[in-house]
């Protein structure tokens, strides 16, 4: 069964900036794509940053040019930094690996940004 544990999530003011990880129980170039959503209560998961197994991204346009996914297949752990926090920004924050037509997810982290 594929492990995916988030960490790195908290409490920030708006502007600064959090990273968070997700270290993965598999050899993370295994899957199709890596990714981070977000979701908040009562509303459907929705992407924030994908990265393929070739390495091509794709961002949200809220993410874009603020946040930043990567990975260390050294480590199996995928990244998110995020800067220039939002209040808006505040969700809980899901890391997601695919593998063809079968996702993967943690059990997510809780990201806060204060105004």
């Known amino acids: 069964q594929v492990q995916l544990v988030e960490s790195g999530g908290g409490l920030v003011h708006a502007g600064g900036s959090l990273s968070l990880s997700c270290a993965v129980s598999e050899n993370i170039f295994n899957f199709n794509a890596m990714g981070w959503y977000r979701q908040a209560p009562g509303k459907q998961r929705e992407l924030v940053a994908t990265?393929?197994?070739?390495?091509?991204?794709n961002y949200a346009g809220s993410a874009e040019g603020r946040f930043t996914i990567s990975r260390d297949g050294t480590s199996n752990t995928v990244y998110l930094q995020m800067g220039s926090l939002q209040p808006e920004d505040t969700d809980i924050y899901y890391c997601n690996s695919r593998m063809l037509t079968k996702n993967y997810w943690g059990q997510g982290t809780q990201v806060t940004v204060s105004s």
């Open positions: 990265m393929n197994v070739g390495g091509v991204t």
